[in-house]
Each structure stands twice: as C-alpha cells, then as structure tokens.
C-alpha cells in the first residue's frame, strides 16, 4: 500500500546513496552482492568499521547521540552520574 506521508518522510529524512559496478571487472563484487541477504545491514556495518578505523567523528550529533547526551545530563541534575561520565 503506497501512502504520500510515508514518501514525504523519505525525503525529509533519507538519502539514497547507489554504487555502479563494472559487470566484468567486478564480476566479484556483484556476485558477493547478490549472495547477501541483508545488504543495507553490511553497507552500513563495513561503512562504520572504516569509520572507527580512521577516527571520524561525525560534526552533526544523531538523533541516538543527542538523546544520550540529554539523558546524561538529566542524570548529573539528579546526582545520579559525575561530570565527566559522558563518553562521547
């Protein structure tokens, strides 16, 4: 079932990204691909490894960081953590 608010969210929130592969020279490639039931999962999976692996930090919080940091700094007003607790 197709509904105009839920296309209206795409846009507002999503970006779609896509990757052209050469059907000879990465032949390898596509047929990985094409064995791989959850392809958004190991995008984003091998994506955030490399990441953590050149030390990115992301300058725009997600929604999930800014939460966390309100939380936690909930948490300091009630005494339940210590400045400095946060890991970021």
């Given at each position: 079932m197709?509904?105009?608010s839920s296309n209206k969210w795409q846009k507002k929130?999503?970006?779609?990204?896509t990757v052209r592969c050469n059907v000879y020279s990465d032949a390898d490639i596509i047929k990985?691909?094409?064995s791989v039931e959850n392809k958004q999962?190991?995008?984003k999976e091998l994506?955030?490894?490399?990441?953590?692996?050149?030390?990115f930090v992301c300058p725009h919080p997600s929604?999930?960081?800014i939460e966390e940091y309100e939380s936690y700094l909930e948490d300091?007003?009630?005494?339940?953590?210590?400045?400095?607790?946060y890991e970021n």
């Open positions: 197709y509904y105009k929130n999503t970006k779609l990204i990985f691909w094409d999962g190991l995008v994506l955030r490894a490399e990441m953590d692996k050149r030390g929604k999930k960081e300091l007003e009630e005494g339940i953590q210590e400045v400095g607790d």
